[in-house]
């Protein structure tokens, strides 16, 4: 099955400076790739998502770029502000059988201080 | 228009113990889905309903998890007996169509003592 792998776990940045997380897939088949936002106490928030026949997406400060020859993808967050700071899940899915199935990554803690 | 909605928010029992967690889905969405999260590591498919049928069960740890969908609407998932490996949060999502966008309720806060 589909296997992700995100970096960093952790990730400290100065207000204004930018962030990224990456995140690897195994799958080759994997077509649609989401970028949640979680915030203490609810529930993944859906902030930018791409399908495979995109190579990059861009909604204001955020911007997702993805890789299929090397099967990766990257969340891009420029000048970061303290509201930005929660955790952040890559995730993929594959059709098939399980197409409404997504597989993520394991979460990176963004803080992004004043 | 209401999100998914989840309750109850938090539940705390004992090993050994019966829980029912329930998922309202976003009105109209024949999609809906149960996740978890355990001790901060990934969230973790759990099954995956299109109106009342189950469509794919294949994260569903072992038969003490039962997840139903009758009519089409609302979602049960029970876990009996609880085990303290069971802990964690469970999140229900719903979408339109199942190559639609994912939209996330705020989870059930699971803790088996």
């Known amino acids: 099955g589909e296997n992700v792998e995100q970096h960093p776990s952790t990730l400290s940045v100065q207000e204004g400076d930018s962030a990224v997380i990456k995140c690897t897939y195994s799958?080759?088949?994997?077509?649609?790739f989401p970028w949640y936002k979680q915030e203490l106490g609810k529930g993944p928030q859906l902030i930018i998502d791409?399908?495979?026949?995109?190579g990059e997406k861009k909604d204001q400060r955020i911007a997702v770029t993805l890789n299929k020859t090397a099967k990766h993808f990257s969340l891009h967050i420029t000048e970061t502000q303290p509201e930005d700071s929660a955790v952040y899940f890559c995730?993929?899915?594959?059709?098939?059988?399980?197409?409404?199935?997504?597989?993520f990554g394991q979460g990176t803690i963004l803080t992004v201080h004043p | 228009e209401a999100g998914v909605t989840q309750f109850p928010s938090h539940s705390v029992i004992e090993k050994g113990q019966t829980v029912t967690l329930r998922c309202d889905p976003i009105?109209?969405?024949?999609?809906l889905y149960w996740y978890r999260r355990v001790m901060g590591k990934e969230i973790k498919f759990l099954l995956h309903?299109?109106?009342?049928?189950?469509?794919?069960e294949s994260g569903m740890p072992n038969n003490r998890f039962l997840a139903e969908r009758t009519g089409g609407t609302y979602s049960t998932l029970k876990v009996q007996p609880a085990e303290l490996e069971d802990s964690g949060v469970y999140f229900c999502?719903?979408?339109?169509?199942?190559?639609?966008?994912?939209?996330f309720g705020s989870g059930t806060q699971l803790s088996v003592l």
């Open positions: 999502a719903s979408s339109l169509g199942p190559h639609e966008k994912l939209f």
């Open positions: 799958d080759s088949a994997s077509n649609y």
């Open positions: 791409i399908r495979s026949n995109v």
């Open positions: 009105s109209g969405h024949d999609n």
């Open positions: 309903f299109v109106k009342e049928s189950k469509q794919d």
């Open positions: 995730a993929a899915r594959t059709g098939g059988t399980s197409y409404g199935k997504l597989t």
